[in-house]
Each structure stands twice: as structure tokens, then as C-alpha cells.
Nanobody
């Protein structure tokens, strides 16, 4: 049974960096595509990026590409989201999701979702 949990959120200033982690519990963690979403107050859920289970290849929203990177350590059951040059518009609850042997999805298709971790960016 798969479960994912986010950690690493906090409050930073614009231009700073922050690293989030998505920890899984399933034994077949390496067979899951892991995606990151975020939701800001008053806004819907937004796709941030994903790392698939095959290559692994990474995919990013145009809002964060060239600033964020994603990596995974399947032995440690962890996917990391490295966020650099943070902007105030990055403020949101960041959520990770897992999809068994599937390509990344912009919104749906993930079987497991975490509870989220808060990221606040101030000027």
C-alpha cells in the first residue's frame, strides 16, 4: 500500500531556495510517477512538475521551469523538489501525488495524494 507525505515547507524571502521532500511507503516506489502540485489561497490546484518512473524524465510547468528541479532516490523512497529563486507567486501549499506506472498528468490520474506542506515567500 502506497502513502506519500510531504515535508520541508517553510517561510523564505524572494530569491531564496527551498527543498521539499515527498516520502513514500510503498515497496514499489520505483514504479510510481511522482508529481508535485500546489494550491494558493483562492486558487485551484496547479501542476508544478513531475518525475516519471521510466527514464526518469522530468516535466515542469512553465511557471517554474528553469527554477525548480526534481530528483528521486528510490532506495530511500524519496522524491525531492528543489525550488530556487523563489517568487512571492510561489506561495502555496505544495502537494505530492503518486501514479502507478503512468506518464505524468497535468491534473488527475494519480492514485495517492499527500496532505501538503506550506511554502510562504515574502518580499
Amino acid at each position: 500500500q502506497m502513502k506519500v507525505e510531504e515535508s520541508g515547507g517553510g517561510m523564505v524571502q524572494a530569491g531564496d531556495s527551498l527543498r521539499l521532500s515527498c516520502a513514500g511507503t510503498g515497496r514499489n516506489f520505483n514504479a510510481y510517477t511522482i508529481a508535485w502540485f500546489r494550491q494558493a489561497p483562492g486558487k485551484g490546484r496547479e501542476f508544478v512538475g513531475a518525475i516519471d518512473w521510466i527514464s526518469p524524465s522530468t516535466y515542469f510547468s512553465e511557471h517554474v521551469q528553469d527554477r525548480f528541479t526534481i530528483s528521486r532516490d528510490n532506495a530511500k523512497l524519496v522524491v525531492a523538489l528543489q525550488m530556487n529563486n523563489l517568487k512571492t507567486t510561489d506561495t502555496a501549499v505544495y502537494i505530492c501525488a503518486a501514479r502507478y506506472r503512468g506518464t505524468y498528468s497535468y491534473i488527475g490520474g494519480y492514485e495517492f495524494w499527500g496532505r501538503g506542506t506550506q511554502v510562504s515567500v515574502s518580499t
